[in-house]
C-alpha cells in the first residue's frame, strides 16, 4: 500500500478567504480591478514598509512590468542570479535583451558581490552596463543586499529584488523585497502566502507604480474611446483573487513561524548526521525559512543525494534537487557567467549537493517525523553496508 503523499510546499488556507470571494461575488466585482486589488495593495504597503505597490497576475508578470519601466529593449544588458527559478530571467528574454549570471556566495547561496563587483567592473569598460540588476532571495533568504547595492550604486545601475520567495523575511530590520529599485512579490500555490496565481511589483516610486498599473492594463490613454500610444500587458490581478491575498497577507507572520519551527525540527533531526549542512541563516536577517533546504557531501556521509532523493521518494515524500543554475541551462547556454570566485562556482557546487524537503506550513509534525525518519533509516542502512562511513568522518 502506498503511504500518503507528503509534498513540497501546498497552499495553505486560512479559512476565512471564502468571505471574501463571496463578497466579490454579492457585490459583482469579478473584474481585474476593483476594492481588493486596491485594498490588497495598500495592506501590502503597510505590512513590507514601501510606497506604493502594484497588484498583477503573477511574479513573472512583475519582473517583466519592472523591466519595461526600466525601458530594458532589445540588446540590452541585464545582470542576474544565476542560482535561482527560471522566472526571474525568462522576462529579460521577452524583452529581446541578454541575460549575464552571476553566481551566488557561500553564506546566503544568493548573489555573490564579489562576481558582480567583476562583472560591473568588465561591461563599465566595454561601455556596455546593464540596465538593470535582478538579485534573487532564494528560498526565503535575503541576499547580502547592502555589499550589492553599493556596487550597484557605484555604477548607477538599478536593482530589481526578485522577491518572490522571500515576503515575510527580513534584513537588518527591513522587510525583504524594498530594498531595489522595484520589488517583486509572488503568491504562487507554492509560496508562502498565496492567491492560487499573482504577484506584486512595489515601489518607493509612485510614479513608476502609477505607469506599472497602465502597463498591466493594456496601456490604454486617458481618452473617451480606446486609444493606445504603446505596447501593453493584460497582467492585472482579479478582485477575487486579490481577496485571497487579503486574507493570506494577514496569516503571512504565523506561516513564517510555522516554516521556522519545521525548519527546527528538521535540524534538530538531522544536523547530527555526517555530511548533512543546512542552509545558513545570514547575520541580521530573520528568514522565511520557505523551504528548508540542505546540502549533502556525499563523501562524509557515504549517501549520494540520488540514494537520498529516491528514498524519500519511495516513501510517497515529494523531495527535490534545488534550483539548476540558469547558466546551466539549455535555454541560457550562449549567456555570459561570472563564477563567485576564480574557479570557484558556488551555485554549481549546490546543485549538485542540494535538496529541499517538505516545508509546507501546514505540513504536521507526524509528517514530519516521518521525513526525519526515512533518512535517519537511510543513513543507518548504508552506513552497516559500508566500512567507509562505519569509520566515520571523525575518526578518519
Ligand atoms: C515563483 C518564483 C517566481 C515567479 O513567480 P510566479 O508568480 O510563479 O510567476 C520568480 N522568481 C522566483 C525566485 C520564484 O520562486
Known amino acids: 500500500m ?202 518607493n516610486d509612485t510614479e513608476a507604480i502609477k505607469r506599472a498599473r497602465f502597463l498591466a492594463s493594456q496601456a490604454r490613454d486617458q481618452a473617451p474611446h480606446y486609444q493606445h500610444s504603446m505596447v501593453g500587458f493584460n497582467y492585472r490581478m482579479s478582485n477575487i483573487l486579490a481577496g485571497v491575498g487579503r486574507t493570506q497577507l494577514q496569516v503571512l507572520d504565523d506561516r513564517v513561524s510555522a516554516r521556522r519551527s519545521i525548519y527546527e525540527i528538521y535540524y534538530q533531526g538531522l544536523a547530527n548526521l555526517p555530511g548533512i549542512t543546512f542552509m545558513p541563516e545570514l547575520e541580521e536577517t530573520r528568514m522565511n525559512r520557505w523551504l528548508t533546504t540542505l546540502t549533502l557531501n556525499e563523501e562524509e556521509s557515504g549517501v549520494t543525494v540520488k540514494q537520498l532523493l529516491t528514498a524519500l521518494n519511495n516513501e510517497n515524500i515529494e523531495a527535490r534537487p534545488v534550483w539548476k543554475p540558469l547558466h546551466m541551462q539549455p535555454l541560457f547556454k550562449e549567456s555570459s557567467y561570472y563564477p563567485h570566485q576564480g574557479n570557484e562556482h558556488v551555485a554549481e557546487r549546490l546543485f549538485t549537493t542540494g535538496i529541499c524537503l517538505p516545508s509546507g506550513s501546514n505540513l504536521t509534525v507526524d509528517d514530519q517525523q516521518r521525513v526525519i525518519r526515512c533518512i535517519r533509516d537511510l543513513f543507518s542502512k548504508i552506513g552497516e553496508n559500508t566500512s567507509y562511513f562505519i569509520l566515520g568522518k571523525h575518526e578518519v
Not at 550589492?148 to 515575510?168: M, N, Q, R, T, W
Request: glycine share 8%.
Open 2 to 203: 502506498t503511504k500518503p503523499r507528503i509534498n513540497l510546499s501546498l497552499p495553505h488556507m486560512s479559512g476565512r478567504e471564502q468571505q471574501y470571494i463571496n463578497e466579490a461575488f454579492e457585490t459583482n466585482w469579478i473584474a481585474p480591478l476593483g476594492p481588493n486589488v486596491d485594498a490588497f495593495e495598500k495592506e501590502i504597503t503597510e505590512k513590507v514598509g514601501v510606497k506604493d505597490a502594484a497588484a498583477v497576475s503573477s511574479g513573472t508578470a512583475a519582473i517583466h512590468l519592472a523591466l519595461s519601466l526600466l525601458n530594458v529593449t532589445k540588446d540590452d544588458y541585464v545582470f542576474c542570479s544565476t542560482f535561482t527559478f527560471v522566472a526571474s530571467a525568462n522576462p529579460i528574454l521577452y524583452q529581446g535583451a541578454n541575460p549575464v549570471f552571476i553566481d551566488s556566495e557561500p553564506e546566503s547561496w544568493n548573489m555573490s558581490p564579489q562576481a558582480l563587483e567583476r562583472a560591473m567592473q568588465e561591461a563599465s569598460l566595454a561601455g556596455r552596463l546593464p540596465k538593470a540588476v535582478i538579485v534573487v532571495n532564494l528560498y526565503g533568504q535575503s541576499s547580502k543586499m547592502d555589499e550589492l547595492l553599493e556596487i550597484c550604486d557605484a555604477y548607477d545601475v538599478p536593482i530589481i529584488e526578485d522577491a518572490a520567495e522571500s515576503l515575510g523575511t527580513t534584513y537588518k530590520g527591513k522587510a525583504s523585497g524594498t530594498f531595489g529599485k522595484f520589488g517583486v512579490y509572488s503568491f504562487n500555490g507554492n509560496k508562502i502566502i498565496t492567491t492560487s496565481g499573482g504577484g506584486m511589483l512595489i515601489s
